[in-house]
């Protein structure tokens, strides 16, 4: 599990850096995120459904506010991105994911 830890946690290092140079997230590097979900023991229904409902949360934030303007604040990448999360930390880690995603991203607009 420690070395599930550590795969994910390179593959965000390396997804934070494409994506504050390029604004774009790698298909690859979510792809390469999914077998570490198999090193965590959690009920894998939990996860699928925590996994469903960040995707169509997210989907739905995205689109509505593409309707009300013209760009939206979040792409198709971090949509995958955090549907992948909730899907290696099922439904009990999805808060805590939402909490740290959330306070990076607000230090980092801080130091901006």
């Known amino acids: 599990m420690l070395a599930a830890t550590i795969w994910i946690l390179m593959l965000l290092a390396v997804i934070s850096i494409t994506d504050i140079k390029r604004l774009v997230i790698p298909d690859v590097c ?4 999914l077998p570490a979900a198999f090193f965590f023991r959690s009920p894998w229904r939990g996860r699928l459904i925590a996994a469903f409902a960040v995707w169509v949360a997210f989907f739905l934030t995205a689109a509505v506010s593409a309707l009300l303007k ?43």
């Open 30 to 33: 979510i792809l390469l995120m």
């Open 70 to 112: 013209s760009e939206t604040p979040i792409g198709m990448g971090d949509i995958k991105l955090f549907s992948a999360i909730a899907l290696i930390s099922g439904p009990a880690g999805l808060a805590a994911s939402g909490i740290l995603s959330s306070l990076t991203g607000g230090i980092y607009a801080a130091i901006l």
